[in-house]
């Protein structure tokens, strides 16, 4: 938990824990609990590394029809396979899911 957050754990090796949490405001407690052993330390929840879209190209397409969808933005995660992208729209209010093919770091 951090805070009052379920922080669900993604990958763990021999030096590193990562977990995947909600925003949380500054202020929050991590505790670690490793074989009955406690390390608690504070933590601060880093907003500038959220991901976000400045352009969408073409800014119209079909769900239905095959389209080629460029994203372009900012902190995406740099494995396409842990990417999930879902569509939605007022006329199509239940999201389309799509998985990235290809991907490019700038």
Request: proline letters at 0%; glycine letters at 8%; one cysteine or more.
């Given at each position: 938990m951090i805070g009052d957050a379920e922080c669900v754990i993604s990958s763990v090796s021999t030096t590193e824990?990562?977990?995947?949490?909600?925003?949380?405001?500054?202020?929050?407690?991590?505790?670690?609990?490793?074989?009955?052993?406690?390390?608690?330390?504070?933590m601060t929840y880093d907003a500038g590394s959220a991901p976000s879209i400045t352009s969408v190209t073409p800014n119209e397409f079909s769900p239905v029809l095959e389209t080629a969808v460029t994203i372009a933005g900012n902190n995406f995660d740099a494995n396409i396979d842990d990417t999930v992208i879902y569509f939605s729209n007022s006329t199509h209010p239940n999201a389309y899911q799509c998985y990235p093919t290809t991907s490019t770091v700038n």
């Open positions: 824990i990562v977990c995947e949490t909600s925003a949380q405001g500054t202020g929050n407690t991590l505790t670690v609990s490793l074989n009955s052993v406690d390390s608690t330390t504070a």
